[in-house]
């Protein structure tokens, strides 16, 4: 697909998450391959950080079997994170910009050296200087939350907003921390880190070799959110919505119109 044609599709899905307004599919129309989706992805982040936007780290997306059945979608596919989506731990959270505002369970690096394109899992644990409970927003631009895989990897993997609750030193073991996922007091979704791969820090390598292919390797500071350990929760207006993981604590945020 020629630039011309990738930048006009980023600019729809730009304007769509600018606006909080759904559109029709389009990947299977276009004929997008994966690699043409990416570059999607990667024009609508370029209009973000030109509008003043950081980047901050990536997403990994479909890195649970849950949310890989919940999406109807089956394989791991990647996002990029910039500042403009961070929201505070215990913040109110506006959900008005948003189309279809969901909320995911999952475990958040944060990267105190550049990763290699292919670490070994030693080297990525090396990389990490702490590890913290997070919770996604994911938010689908298209109609009735419905997409192909084309569709979801060029808006962005989903990914919308992240909340990082308490930061932790990355000794102890993550590979299987229960989790669970309240609204409003009662219990959505049960589950544990090893929901995630088997053990997140596969998603950390797996976001190393993926990032690094596109030409934008893993840098320190960055955040790489591991995935979703279970699959994910709408959210709506005047919701308490709260993370309790095991050994690393809480995270939560309210919503509001």
């Known amino acids: 697909m020629n630039q011309e044609r990738i930048s006009l599709l980023a ?3 730009d304007d769509a998450a600018l606006y909080g307004r759904a559109i029709p599919q389009f990947a299977e129309a276009e004929g997008l391959s994966m690699q043409d989706a990416y570059a999607v992805q990667a024009t609508a982040i370029a209009r973000r950080l030109q509008r003043g936007e950081h980047r901050t780290g990536v997403k990994m997306g479909l890195t649970s079997r849950a949310k890989m059945v919940q999406v109807g979608v089956h394989d791991v596919i990647w996002g990029r994170l910039t500042d403009a989506m961070a929201e505070a731990d215990g913040a109110p959270l506006s959900l008005g910009r948003f189309v279809h505002p ?4 999952e475990l958040a690096f944060l ?3 550049p990763l290699p394109a292919k670490p070994s899992m030693a080297e990525a644990l090396e990389a990490v200087a702490a590890i913290a409970p997070a919770l996604e927003i994911i938010d689908s631009r298209f109609e009735n939350f ?3 895989l084309g569709d979801v990897i060029a808006d962005n993997a989903s990914s919308s907003g992240y909340v990082i609750g308490p930061w932790h030193a990355p000794g102890q073991d993550f590979s299987n921390l229960g989790l669970v ?3 409003d007091g009662v219990a959505r979704q049960v589950g544990s880190t090893a929901g ?3 053990n997140p820090l596969r998603s950390l390598v797996s976001a190393a070799v993926m990032s690094a292919a596109a030409g934008e390797p893993l840098q320190a500071g960055w955040i790489v959110m591991a995935g979703g350990a279970t699959a994910a929760e709408p959210l709506n ?7 309790e993981m095991q ?3 809480r995270v939560e945020f309210n919503t509001t119109v």
């Open 146 to 148: 419905k997409f192909s």
């Open 237 to 243: 207006p005047g919701q308490h919505v709260l993370l």
């Open 111 to 113: 990267l105190r050296q």
């Open 11 to 13: 600019q729809r899905l």
């Open 196 to 198: 995630i791969l088997g």
């Open 181 to 183: 996922l309240s609204i």
């Open 247 to 249: 050994c690393l604590g």
């Open 102 to 105: 969901r909320v995911e369970p």
